[in-house]
């Protein structure tokens, strides 16, 4: 019996990390190489110029492509200049979007990937999986990047927003891992236990940061990216997405693909947690974790995000119909009065003003 993960060779989370990362082994490689940066819009360009100002002097050739979207267009034409300017090293700049077209550019063009997050929005800035739009968004499982440079102050100075929808995507570890658990039992489902064990433990550092002391955002910042890295490295050593993905994802994937898809990936997800945890009867238990919402500025109804109640209705009767994965969701046929009840339970008031509340 044996089996392989991909981790990336080097990791570097750290302040200031883009000014002392000229220092670093990953400058020496990158520097040896034809190098393609795939850069995000907005003020992810100056990160990604500033980057290719580093490496200009020492490297053969630099080039820095726009990543508009991350359509099938936009990566079928990225993997062209790629090919066409012999880049050995695909470095991407940004936040979700531009992480994943580099990923799976680099995938399908067989050249080693670097991962430079502007924010932490989700588990992707370090993991196999990209999320591409082709009619509808699609999940594909690509290459782990060969290294990750995470900026702190970069991150600190991204909009509280992203930071939230972040801290979403890792809080649902625990409502996945609690639906793997169901999986393995219904026997529909066989247990990875290193990688439940740092999924875990990823949303328990986490919770431990938050829950126990005072914080401030630099600290947050960096616990958060810290999980999120440890996340997308169990997803790599299960190879699935099965400890950060349940019940909760599930129903984020039905508010995208049948609700017009309103919110940030993390925000929906933070939603698909309230109702995951009431249906696996743990909002009650001392370990819930909607009792971290309101400190961390996470949306606690489904109006925070936009949609209506016949909406967010539909996404979790439509949820388990989203991928072959066993759930809680599998253990309930709703009715009208059921679906609800649960939404009056769930969500029963909307608390307007989402903002991280720090010690
Ligand atoms: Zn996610």
């Not at 790629?82 to 550019?105: F, P, T």
């Not at 995938?107 to 989700?122: E, F």
């Not at 600190?156 to 409502?175: C, M, V």
């Not at 433990?201 to 440890?230: C, P, Y």
Request: some cysteine.
């Amino acid at each position: 019996m044996s089996q392989t993960a991909d981790i990336p060779e080097q990791l570097i989370i750290e302040r200031n990390a883009l000014k002392k990362w000229k220092r670093t082994d990953v400058y020496n490689w990158v520097t040896e190489q034809t190098v393609v940066i795939i850069s995000g819009a907005g003020k992810t360009c100056r990160v990604a110029d500033r980057l290719a100002h580093d490496i200009q002097p020492d490297a053969g050739r630099v080039h820095v492509l726009k990543c508009r979207d991350n359509t099938l267009d936009t990566i079928n034409a990225l993997e062209r200049q790629v090919l066409e300017s012999s880049a050995n090293i695909v470095i991407g700049v940004g936040g979700g979007k531009a992480l994943d077209v580099a990923k799976v550019v680099g995938t399908r063009s067989n050249v080693p990937v670097v991962l430079v997050p502007t924010s932490v929005s989700n588990d992707a800035i370090c993991s196999p999986v990209a999320v591409i739009r082709m009619n509808k968004k699609a999940s594909l499982g690509v290459k782990m990047p060969q290294a990750v440079i995470i900026d702190l102050e970069v991150i600190a100075s991204s909009p509280e927003r992203l930071t939230i929808a972040g801290i979403g995507d890792l809080l649902s570890n625990k409502t996945a891992i609690f639906d793997w658990d169901l999986g393995c039992r219904a026997q529909q489902d066989t247990m990875n236990t290193f990688a439940r064990l740092m999924a875990n433990h990823a949303v328990d550092a986490f919770i431990n940061t938050v829950g126990n002391r005072s914080f401030d955002k630099t600290t947050l910042v960096k616990v958060l990216a810290e999980s999120l890295v440890m996340s997308g490295i169990a997803m790599s050593v299960a190879g699935s997405s099965r400890p950060c993905s349940g019940s909760e994802h599930l129903i984020s994937h039905a508010l995208d693909y049948y609700c017009g898809g309103k919110a940030l990936h993390g925000e929906q997800v933070a939603l698909g947690i309230l109702v995951a945890e009431y249906l696996q009867d743990e909002h009650r238990s001392s370990g819930n974790v909607r009792q971290y919402y309101e400190q961390l500025g996470l949306p606690t109804h489904f109006g925070d995000l936009g949609y209506t109640r016949e909406e967010m209705a539909l996404a979790i009767r439509m949820a388990p119909a989203m991928r072959d994965r066993y759930t809680v969701l599998n253990e309930f046929s709703f009715n009208d009065r059921q679906i609800d009840q649960l939404l009056d339970d769930v969500f029963p008031t909307r608390t307007g003003k989402r903002v991280i509340s720090f010690a």
